[in-house]
């Protein structure tokens, strides 16, 4: 049974930053892309960042240079450092693989204050 948990958001003021987490449950994740979603009010589900297995990133123009998607094999994790937070980055923050391979996680609110 393939788990996601994330975890590490909260709220913060605008121009901080935070770190979230993702501990997956998934068979072969050293081999797995991965990647971070999020899902603001009123608005579809968007993926943020990509990982590949070998460390290959992509973003998102909107978070492109303030966000760093990075993995901990290890660990089967994978994070998100989200620095200079804008109010528009409010949004509930989910995990999952490239084509939403695997049932989504609770998430973790992420709320940005002006």
């Known amino acids: 049974q393939v788990q996601l948990v994330e975890s590490g958001g909260g709220l913060v003021q605008a121009g901080g930053s935070l770190r979230l987490s993702c501990v997956a449950s998934?068979?072969?994740?050293?081999?797995?892309?991965m990647g971070w979603y999020r899902q603001a009010p009123g608005k579809q589900r968007e993926l943020v960042a990509l990982?590949?297995?070998?460390?290959?990133?992509n973003y998102a123009d909107s978070v492109k240079g303030r966000f760093t998607i990075s993995r901990d094999n290890a660990k089967n994790t994978v994070y998100l450092q989200m620095n200079s937070l804008e109010p528009e980055d409010t949004a509930v923050y989910y995990c999952?693989?490239?084509?939403?391979?695997?049932?989504w996680g609770q998430g973790t609110q992420v709320t940005v204050s002006s």
């Open positions: 999952n693989g490239p084509r939403r391979d695997y049932p």
């Open positions: 998934v068979s072969y994740f050293s081999a797995k892309t």
């Open positions: 990982i590949t297995s070998g460390g290959s990133t």
